[in-house]
């Protein structure tokens, strides 16, 4: 009877393994075949030799690592993480306030206003980039209207400007979703509380809702710098050859230059910064 007893949790914790990798099974697969393999494919092309005529020469170098200190590769890093930062702020000054004012309106009227925020996903990426070149172009639309008023016509497209703004409308939506769930999930009975105590409106936003909303607002920052820091298609549309981002350049090494291995060195350097960052907004959001 014991041994019985005995086996019984055995087997059940068995059962639960076999249960678990079963269903877990096709998801495991998907990220080794897709996104593991991938990835150690191009990291070790990192310490190979670009061929002659393109490709990859199996032999060890470390060229890769000491071109990527190049001054003209970071500065193109440099200019990368500043128009993803400015992207960054201007969609948390945009997004915090839109947000903010959803979760004050009727319930009715949050499901209208959040599917007016990601409404522009329903259409293809591409076609609402090229929607931007056709409005700022030299005869477009924005030009037209100013030509009507006296102004202009203006250069509009190809500036790191016209970069932040393509960059600032695609991922909007990605900073006033996270805002809208922290400020959405926060108890309304401690901002009363707050005023009550005599605070004024903005000392009760200061010290109740902004800190109790940081990890939405890290969370948002992080999913608008990532994609901006990465992005090569609204860069090489709306920024032309006047601004190159890093997307850009890894881009070009493995279709235009065929440099694979310096290709794969700028993207591990990519995926580091990336890293480094997620590390740190999981740090704050702990602290926060």
Not at 238 to 263: E, H, T, Y
């Amino acid at each position: 009877m014991k041994s019985e007893v005995k086996t019984q949790p055995v087997s059940r914790s068995r059962g639960r393994w076999l249960g678990a990798f079963v269903f877990l099974s096709p998801g495991l697969a998907y990220l080794v075949v897709l996104m593991l393999v991938p990835l150690a494919l191009v990291f070790s092309y990192t310490v190979f030799q670009r061929g002659r005529f393109g490709g990859v020469v199996y032999e060890f170098t470390t060229e890769n690592f000491e071109r990527l200190f190049d001054p003209l590769y970071l500065s193109v890093l440099a200019d990368s993480l500043k128009i993803a930062a400015i992207t960054t702020l201007a969609a948390l000054l945009i997004g915090y306030p839109t947000a903010y004012l959803i979760a004050q309106l009727p319930r009715r009227w949050k499901t209208l206003a959040l599917v007016a925020i990601v409404l522009p996903f329903w259409t293809n990426f591409i076609i609402r980039v090229y929607a931007w070149t056709i409005l700022l172009s030299g005869p477009g639309l924005v030009n037209s209207a100013l030509a009507k008023l006296g102004l202009g016509p203006y250069e509009l497209l190809y500036n790191q400007g016209t970069i932040v703004a393509g960059l600032l409308y695609s991922y909007l939506p990605l900073m006033v979703l996270p805002l809208y769930a922290a400020i959405e999930k926060l108890d309304p009975q401690l901002r009363e509380a707050s005023a009550n105590l005599g605070a004024s409106g903005f000392t009760t936003f200061r010290k109740v809702t902004l800190p109790l909303t940081v990890p939405g607002v890290l969370t948002g920052s992080l999913f608008v710098f990532v994609p901006s820091f990465g992005n090569f298609v609204i860069p090489e549309m709306l920024g032309g050859n006047k601004s190159i981002m890093v997307g850009n350049l890894i881009r070009n090494q493995f279709l235009s230059a065929r440099d694979w291995p310096f290709g794969a060195t700028l993207s591990l350097a990519l995926i580091a910064v990336l890293v480094v960052l997620l590390i740190v907004q999981a740090w704050a959001a702990r602290r926060a």
